[in-house]
């Protein structure tokens, strides 16, 4: 039998993380890779599979052929601490099985924040913000988030399975099942709303999480909502706050809105039209968001405009171009195609 010495190697390429006492040229990228040696009988990529643990699913990823070596990149970050099973098919229909351990490091403990950072939310909110220290082991979610009601019963089907990550792996976006949120579908009528107003829950992340470094987050995040009725209507800019400063200053400008959107989201919506400048976003009270902006230069006298995103949601995903939801039989959902939110004339 046609045998040479394959080596498998499992290697993933991360953005490096900012360490202090590095500088640029010395961590451009983390190398994470573990190799593994042996005479195996000529194999083609497709031969290897990959499994996490005792799971008897192999885990996402590319396979291909390098200088002799079969090398396995997964589609999400290989996780510290974590061991591996490296299956290789082989022609007489053997399989070949090996472990390999991608090391823990010692790194900073993760912890986790939520957002938007309120405990009284519409009732029918579609998505919370999980925002973690470090990057997180993904793929997880599901085994590691539960809603709970106030006598510690899990609300079972709460979350839409769908997982989404930053891109540093950092933020995830937490949706709760849009089929039970949305009235009148099949699971909504069949199920019940994931939220009831008037009634408390906690959001529970597993102190098991670990992340991507093979550190855990050691307690638990415990996070109390309070939902309050459900929300229908359009975001309407014209019931917002608007605080103008005076022309030849450094002075925010500041917008207020009478009702709750994520800070980071609401952040990127709205911009100054040719103003170069710096703007923050953050919750002041159970409902409302502030925008402040302020300028690199001093305010010019004259008329500005503010542009806001149409597709800027609030928790409950409705956007200033439509409801999310709307009863066509009692009403029609009034249409706002400007993208400029407000004009303000500063003296």
């Keep these: 039998m046609n045998q040479r010495l394959i080596s498998v190697v499992l290697a993933v390429r991360l953005l490096a993380v900012s360490v202090q006492g590095l ?3 010395q961590s451009p990228l983390q190398i994470w890779e573990k190799r593994l040696s042996a005479w195996f009988p000529l194999s083609s990529p497709s031969d290897l599979k990959v499994y996490a643990s005792d799971s008897t699913q192999p885990i996402f990823g590319t396979v291909s052929e390098q200088r002799g070596s079969l090398v396995f ?103 709760l099942h849009p089929g039970r949120q949305k009235t009148g579908v099949n699971l909504n009528v069949d199920e019940g709303p994931v939220l009831v107003a008037g009634e408390r829950y906690q959001l529970v992340v597993s102190g098991q999480w670990r992340s991507t470094h093979g550190v855990s987050l050691g307690k638990e995040g415990v996070f109390v909502l309070e939902p309050i009725a459900v929300d229908h209507e359009q975001p309407d800019p014209a019931r917002w706050q608007v605080h103008a400063p005076k022309a030849g200053t450094l002075d925010p400008l500041v917008v207020i809105t009478d009702e709750l959107f994520e800070p980071q989201i609401f952040l990127r919506a709205l911009n100054v039209i040719e103003t170069p400048g710096k703007a923050e976003a953050k919750v002041i009270d159970l409902k409302r968001i502030e925008w402040h902006f302020t300028p690199e230069k001093p305010w010019k006298a004259g008329e500005h405009a503010i542009t806001i995103d149409p597709e800027l949601e609030d928790m409950a995903g409705n956007t200033t171009q439509k409801p999310f939801e709307v009863d066509l039989t009692t009403r029609k959902p009034e249409s706002r195609t400007s993208k400029v939110a407000f004009r303000v004339s500063l003296r």
Excluded: C
Aim: proline share 8%.
């Design 23 to 25: 500088t640029p040229a």
């Design 73 to 175: 990149v997964p589609a999400v970050p290989f996780t510290r601490g974590t061991t591996y099973r490296v299956e290789l098919d082989l022609p007489n229909g053997s399989i070949s099985k090996h472990s390999i351990t991608f090391d823990a490091q010692k790194v900073a403990v993760p912890h986790v924040d939520i957002a938007p950072a309120s405990i009284a939310i519409p009732a029918n909110t579609l998505k919370l913000y999980l925002d973690f220290s470090e990057p997180m082991e993904q793929g997880v979610f599901l085994k590691h988030l539960t809603l709970q009601r106030r006598n510690g019963e899990e609300v079972a089907g709460a979350f839409r399975e769908t997982e989404l990550w930053s891109p540093d792996g950092k933020r995830l976006t937490v949706m």
